[in-house]
């Protein structure tokens, strides 16, 4: 990866990151991708050395530093080795936090964020349900107000990190849709103690392709009481409050899935040019050299994408003059550009290593099942096609 794009807080965020991931080699993560046990010490690791608050304000215990940073980082821990299962370990804590920074008042961010910093809490974001997939606005679980709780009812799906974390950002319905006023409204963002001893809240592990050191769930309330003041910002302004996070989430994932894709591509480049077949090298082969060079440069193009985008999110921080639609634009085709360049440049890994590539020992078919996390969520390909269709484009919404 050229890296001359970069600041000198990014490279250095880079070298720290990939000290501390050096203790953690590609045996280990596919020990946990086998054992299917969360990779705590990593977390404990990156915890110790500050990295869990990377992007959270420095009077609370973060760095203080951007998404643009917080990018680096994620994609540092995947090009590990690590791969997205390293990745979402701790992606979470670094962009679900972002709308509890904030939005949340004073004390909140106190009793809140030091712990998740400190790797004390480890946090997981529940907002997507089963019965409306990638339509936020009709949301159903519930969150009724009964003198100073909410009670919670309803279901989450592919929640990661449920059965390890004891705090949740979770997005929730406090109107019923046919009372809102506007679609956007009536939805709201709790941070709320996941206490798994409690009733009225079930987590039910979700069997699943990649990814397996950390877990998938579903995620069942039933009348599960929290207290009113663990409401972040206003009632019935959570959608847009959550959106504050989204952007950052595209960020983050696609620098994910470029570590991903670089970790393949460079595995794949050395077993060419140390795989002699014929006499002679079969990187020396066009058949083989053309599309890891393809998928070098898709790899390069989709990077300053990534941090382009980046660079507009934090920019937006601190600049009203940057249009929320030109980050929105831009974040998401970065997820969408990285997720596709990691996927080619982990089938060509797997392609190049031929029949080594489907073992498990040389570990590239792990990437190629993870790789495909970046491709379907948190949002899919064709939702951000119809996105980039309307907004950059003009055209007629599709859907």
């Avoid at 963002?189 to 592990?205: I, Q, T, Y």
Wanted: proline share 4%.
């Amino acid at each position: 990866m050229d890296t001359t794009t970069f600041t000198d807080t990014q490279l250095q965020v880079k070298d720290s990151v990939s000290k501390i991931c050096s203790n953690f080699p590609d045996s280990y993560w596919a020990a946990r991708d086998h054992d299917e046990r969360y990779p705590h010490e990593l977390h404990a690791a990156l915890a110790k050395d500050g990295w869990i608050g990377i992007a959270l304000p420095e009077d609370l215990g973060g760095a203080g530093l951007g998404i643009s940073e917080a990018t680096m980082m994620l994609q540092t821990v995947s090009q590990s080795g690590a791969g997205i299962a390293g990745a979402q370990s701790i992606h979470a804590n670094v962009y679900a936090t972002q709308p509890v920074a904030k939005y949340a008042t004073r004390v909140q961010r106190e009793s809140m964020l030091p712990r998740l910093i400190s790797g004390e809490w480890k946090a997981c974001f529940a907002v997507t349900e089963p019965s409306t997939g990638l339509e936020t606005l009709k949301l159903r679980t519930r969150a009724v107000r009964d003198g100073d709780v909410y009670k919670i009812s309803g279901q989450k799906i592919w929640i990661s990190s449920a059965q390890v974390a004891s705090k949740c950002i979770l997005l929730a319905r406090t109107t019923p849709l046919e009372e809102v006023k506007r679609p956007s409204e009536g939805l709201s963002l709790f941070f709320v103690h996941l206490d798994k001893e409690a009733p009225g809240l079930e987590l039910r592990k979700i069997r699943k392709m990649g990814g397996k050191a950390v877990d998938a769930n579903e995620v069942f309330f039933d009348d599960y009481r929290v207290p009113v003041d663990t409401l972040i910002g206003q009632e019935g302004q959570g959608f847009k409050i959550v959106l504050h996070g989204m952007n950052a989430e595209r960020c983050l994932l696609a620098g994910e899935a470029l570590g991903l894709g670089y970790a393949a591509l460079e595995k794949a480049a050395k077993y060419a040019r140390e795989r002699i077949v014929f006499g002679r090298p079969i990187g020396q082969n066009q058949g083989i050299q053309h599309p890891l060079a393809m998928a070098y440069m898709n790899l390069e193009a989709a990077k300053l994408t990534t941090y382009n985008a980046a660079r507009l999110y934090d920019a937006s921080a601190v600049d009203s003059e940057v249009p929320m639609q030109s980050v929105g634009i831009a974040c998401n085709s970065a997820k969408f550009l990285a997720a596709e360049a990691a996927f080619a440049a982990c089938e060509r890994a797997v392609l190049t290593l031929g029949g080594l590539g489907y073992a498990a020992e040389y570990h590239v078919e792990r990437y190629l099942r993870e790789c495909l996390v970046p491709r379907i969520a948190p949002v899919s390909r064709e939702m951000i096609m119809n996105y980039i269709g309307e907004k950059a484009l003009g055209l007629p919404k599709s859907y």
